[in-house]
Protein backbone atom coordinates (compact mmCIF):
# COMPACT_ATOMS: atom_id res chain seq x y z
CA UNK A 1 0.00 0.00 0.00
CA UNK A 2 1.55 3.42 -1.19
CA UNK A 3 2.41 5.83 1.20
CA UNK A 4 2.70 9.39 2.11
CA UNK A 5 3.54 10.35 5.79
CA UNK A 6 3.64 13.71 7.46
CA UNK A 7 5.09 13.67 11.11
CA UNK A 8 2.70 15.22 12.70
CA UNK A 9 -0.92 15.47 12.66
CA UNK A 10 -0.92 18.72 14.66
CA UNK A 11 2.12 21.72 15.68
CA UNK A 12 1.37 24.47 17.85
CA UNK A 13 4.06 27.10 17.75
CA UNK A 14 5.00 30.70 18.62
CA UNK A 15 5.35 33.51 16.63
CA UNK A 16 8.50 33.79 15.50
CA UNK A 17 9.52 29.96 15.79
CA UNK A 18 11.33 28.07 13.03
CA UNK A 19 9.41 25.26 12.56
CA UNK A 20 9.95 22.11 10.53
CA UNK A 21 7.16 20.07 8.49
CA UNK A 22 8.66 16.46 7.53
CA UNK A 23 6.90 14.54 4.81
CA UNK A 24 8.24 10.89 3.82
CA UNK A 25 7.19 8.86 0.77
CA UNK A 26 7.81 5.20 0.09
CA UNK A 27 7.26 5.05 -3.61
CA UNK A 28 10.65 5.82 -5.31
CA UNK A 29 8.44 9.03 -6.67
CA UNK A 30 11.00 11.60 -7.91
CA UNK A 31 8.62 14.62 -7.49
CA UNK A 32 7.29 15.55 -4.11
CA UNK A 33 5.17 19.12 -3.10
CA UNK A 34 4.17 20.96 -0.55
CA UNK A 35 0.26 22.80 -0.40
CA UNK A 36 -1.22 24.49 2.28
CA UNK A 37 -5.32 24.54 2.23
CA UNK A 38 -7.10 27.02 3.74
CA UNK A 39 -11.33 27.05 3.35
CA UNK A 40 -12.36 28.80 0.45
CA UNK A 41 -8.77 29.58 -1.02
CA UNK A 42 -8.24 25.45 -1.46
CA UNK A 43 -5.43 23.47 -1.82
CA UNK A 44 -2.33 25.98 -3.23
CA UNK A 45 0.84 25.20 -4.05
CA UNK A 46 3.99 26.68 -2.08
CA UNK A 47 6.80 24.14 -3.08
CA UNK A 48 7.68 21.34 -5.33
CA UNK A 49 11.15 19.46 -5.59
CA UNK A 50 11.23 17.22 -8.84
CA UNK A 51 14.83 15.38 -7.60
CA UNK A 52 16.90 15.09 -4.79
CA UNK A 53 18.75 18.72 -3.81
CA UNK A 54 16.48 20.16 -6.55
CA UNK A 55 13.64 22.79 -5.63
CA UNK A 56 10.67 25.37 -7.40
CA UNK A 57 8.69 27.89 -6.32
CA UNK A 58 5.17 26.91 -6.14
CA UNK A 59 2.13 29.78 -6.00
CA UNK A 60 2.89 30.79 -2.68
CA UNK A 61 6.69 30.57 -1.73
CA UNK A 62 6.88 33.52 0.73
CA UNK A 63 7.88 33.20 4.20
CA UNK A 64 8.68 28.98 3.98
CA UNK A 65 11.53 27.26 2.08
CA UNK A 66 12.44 23.92 1.66
CA UNK A 67 14.96 20.62 1.64
CA UNK A 68 15.76 17.54 -0.16
CA UNK A 69 18.21 15.71 0.75
CA UNK A 70 17.02 12.58 -0.05
CA UNK A 71 14.77 11.00 -2.60
CA UNK A 72 12.14 10.10 -0.12
CA UNK A 73 11.91 13.07 2.64
CA UNK A 74 10.88 16.43 1.38
CA UNK A 75 10.72 18.84 4.58
CA UNK A 76 8.88 22.09 4.74
CA UNK A 77 10.51 25.05 6.71
CA UNK A 78 9.20 28.45 8.07
CA UNK A 79 11.89 30.17 8.81
CA UNK A 80 9.96 32.37 11.53
CA UNK A 81 6.51 31.47 11.96
CA UNK A 82 3.35 33.99 11.52
CA UNK A 83 0.21 33.99 12.59
CA UNK A 84 -0.64 33.97 8.87
CA UNK A 85 1.02 30.54 8.80
CA UNK A 86 -1.42 28.97 10.16
CA UNK A 87 -3.46 26.43 8.07
CA UNK A 88 -3.41 22.82 6.80
CA UNK A 89 -0.08 21.77 4.99
CA UNK A 90 -0.30 18.60 2.77
CA UNK A 91 2.58 16.88 1.38
CA UNK A 92 2.53 14.64 -1.60
CA UNK A 93 4.27 12.55 -4.24
CA UNK A 94 3.72 11.75 -7.96
CA UNK A 95 5.89 9.49 -10.54
CA UNK A 96 7.68 11.34 -13.51
CA UNK A 97 7.09 8.32 -15.71
CA UNK A 98 3.84 8.11 -17.50
CA UNK A 99 1.35 10.66 -18.67
CA UNK A 100 -1.20 10.80 -16.33
CA UNK A 101 0.04 9.78 -12.84
CA UNK A 102 -1.94 10.06 -9.27
CA UNK A 103 -0.56 12.36 -6.96
CA UNK A 104 -0.47 10.49 -3.87
CA UNK A 105 -0.87 12.82 -0.41
CA UNK A 106 -0.40 12.61 3.25
CA UNK A 107 -2.89 13.00 6.07
CA UNK A 108 -1.87 16.28 7.03
CA UNK A 109 -0.02 18.58 9.58
CA UNK A 110 -2.62 21.25 11.06
CA UNK A 111 -0.26 23.65 12.04
CA UNK A 112 -1.45 26.77 14.37
CA UNK A 113 0.78 29.25 14.99
CA UNK A 114 -0.17 31.66 18.55
CA UNK B 1 -4.37 33.88 -11.63
CA UNK B 2 -7.00 31.33 -11.01
CA UNK B 3 -6.55 28.97 -13.54
CA UNK B 4 -9.02 26.46 -12.49
CA UNK B 5 -12.51 27.91 -11.81
CA UNK B 6 -14.42 25.13 -9.63
CA UNK B 7 -18.17 25.64 -8.97
CA UNK B 8 -20.10 25.44 -6.48
CA UNK B 9 -18.23 26.16 -3.14
CA UNK B 10 -20.56 24.23 -1.74
CA UNK B 11 -23.80 21.98 -2.47
CA UNK B 12 -26.55 19.98 -0.40
CA UNK B 13 -27.95 16.99 -1.98
CA UNK B 14 -30.88 14.73 -1.10
CA UNK B 15 -30.04 10.71 -0.71
CA UNK B 16 -30.36 9.54 -4.07
CA UNK B 17 -29.93 12.18 -6.14
CA UNK B 18 -27.70 13.08 -8.68
CA UNK B 19 -24.34 16.00 -7.62
CA UNK B 20 -22.84 18.14 -10.45
CA UNK B 21 -19.67 20.21 -9.67
CA UNK B 22 -18.25 22.44 -12.48
CA UNK B 23 -14.90 23.39 -13.62
CA UNK B 24 -13.42 25.62 -16.21
CA UNK B 25 -9.53 25.94 -17.44
CA UNK B 26 -8.07 28.68 -18.93
CA UNK B 27 -4.45 27.28 -20.25
CA UNK B 28 -5.46 25.17 -23.40
CA UNK B 29 -1.85 22.91 -22.90
CA UNK B 30 -3.86 21.50 -19.77
CA UNK B 31 -3.99 17.43 -20.82
CA UNK B 32 -4.66 15.78 -17.79
CA UNK B 33 -7.88 16.41 -15.36
CA UNK B 34 -8.42 14.68 -12.35
CA UNK B 35 -10.70 15.04 -9.39
CA UNK B 36 -9.88 14.52 -6.02
CA UNK B 37 -11.96 13.69 -2.81
CA UNK B 38 -11.32 14.30 0.88
CA UNK B 39 -12.88 13.33 3.40
CA UNK B 40 -12.57 15.36 7.36
CA UNK B 41 -9.28 14.75 8.51
CA UNK B 42 -7.55 13.04 5.42
CA UNK B 43 -6.01 13.95 2.63
CA UNK B 44 -7.28 14.31 -0.72
CA UNK B 45 -7.17 10.93 -2.90
CA UNK B 46 -7.99 10.29 -6.38
CA UNK B 47 -11.21 9.48 -7.14
CA UNK B 48 -11.07 9.87 -11.31
CA UNK B 49 -9.54 11.41 -14.14
CA UNK B 50 -10.09 12.32 -17.76
CA UNK B 51 -7.51 13.19 -20.78
CA UNK B 52 -9.25 15.87 -23.51
CA UNK B 53 -9.11 12.81 -25.91
CA UNK B 54 -12.48 11.15 -24.42
CA UNK B 55 -15.71 13.61 -23.89
CA UNK B 56 -16.96 11.03 -20.80
CA UNK B 57 -15.28 8.50 -18.47
CA UNK B 58 -17.60 6.69 -15.86
CA UNK B 59 -16.46 4.79 -12.79
CA UNK B 60 -19.12 3.67 -10.69
CA UNK B 61 -21.40 6.50 -10.16
CA UNK B 62 -19.26 8.75 -10.50
CA UNK B 63 -18.47 10.17 -14.14
CA UNK B 64 -16.53 12.66 -15.99
CA UNK B 65 -17.70 15.22 -18.45
CA UNK B 66 -15.28 16.77 -20.46
CA UNK B 67 -15.99 19.88 -23.45
CA UNK B 68 -12.73 20.82 -24.73
CA UNK B 69 -14.12 23.58 -26.98
CA UNK B 70 -15.55 24.80 -23.98
CA UNK B 71 -12.89 24.46 -21.56
CA UNK B 72 -14.76 23.10 -19.27
CA UNK B 73 -15.15 19.60 -17.16
CA UNK B 74 -17.48 18.69 -14.61
CA UNK B 75 -18.10 15.26 -11.93
CA UNK B 76 -21.95 14.03 -12.12
CA UNK B 77 -22.10 11.43 -8.70
CA UNK B 78 -25.06 9.47 -9.58
CA UNK B 79 -27.62 8.16 -6.43
CA UNK B 80 -25.50 10.33 -4.23
CA UNK B 81 -25.17 8.57 -0.92
CA UNK B 82 -24.73 10.13 2.28
CA UNK B 83 -20.56 8.25 2.38
CA UNK B 84 -20.11 10.57 -0.66
CA UNK B 85 -20.45 13.51 1.83
CA UNK B 86 -16.94 15.01 1.05
CA UNK B 87 -14.93 17.90 -0.32
CA UNK B 88 -14.15 17.47 -4.15
CA UNK B 89 -11.46 19.71 -5.97
CA UNK B 90 -10.94 19.44 -9.39
CA UNK B 91 -7.56 19.75 -10.68
CA UNK B 92 -5.17 20.31 -13.96
CA UNK B 93 -2.35 19.16 -15.28
CA UNK B 94 0.47 19.34 -17.97
CA UNK B 95 1.95 15.91 -19.15
CA UNK B 96 5.29 15.26 -20.90
CA UNK B 97 6.87 17.58 -18.39
CA UNK B 98 9.22 15.85 -16.01
CA UNK B 99 7.88 17.94 -13.11
CA UNK B 100 4.55 18.83 -14.04
CA UNK B 101 2.46 20.54 -11.13
CA UNK B 102 -1.19 19.60 -10.41
CA UNK B 103 -3.33 23.02 -10.20
CA UNK B 104 -6.42 22.49 -8.30
CA UNK B 105 -9.52 24.59 -8.33
CA UNK B 106 -11.05 25.97 -5.07
CA UNK B 107 -13.12 22.93 -4.09
CA UNK B 108 -16.96 22.31 -3.75
CA UNK B 109 -17.88 21.22 0.03
CA UNK B 110 -20.79 18.18 -0.57
CA UNK B 111 -23.26 17.32 2.34
CA UNK B 112 -25.70 14.64 1.21
CA UNK B 113 -28.66 14.82 2.93
CA UNK B 114 -30.56 10.43 4.43
Redesign the interface.
Known amino acids: DVKVTQSSRYLVKRTGEKVFLECVQDMDHENMFWYRQDPGLGLRLIYFSYDVKMKEKGDIPEGYSVSREKKERFSLILESASTNQTSMYLCASRETTGLNTEAFFGQGTRLTVV | QQQVK?SP?SLIVQKGGISIINCAYENTAF??F?W?QQFP??????LI?I?PDVSEKKEGRFTISFNKSAKQFSLHIMDSQPGDSATY?CAA?L??S??S???????TMLLVSP
Not at chain 2, 41 to 46: D, E, I, N, V, W
Request: hydrophobic share 20%.
Open positions: QQDYPYGKGPALARFSSGGYTLTFGKG
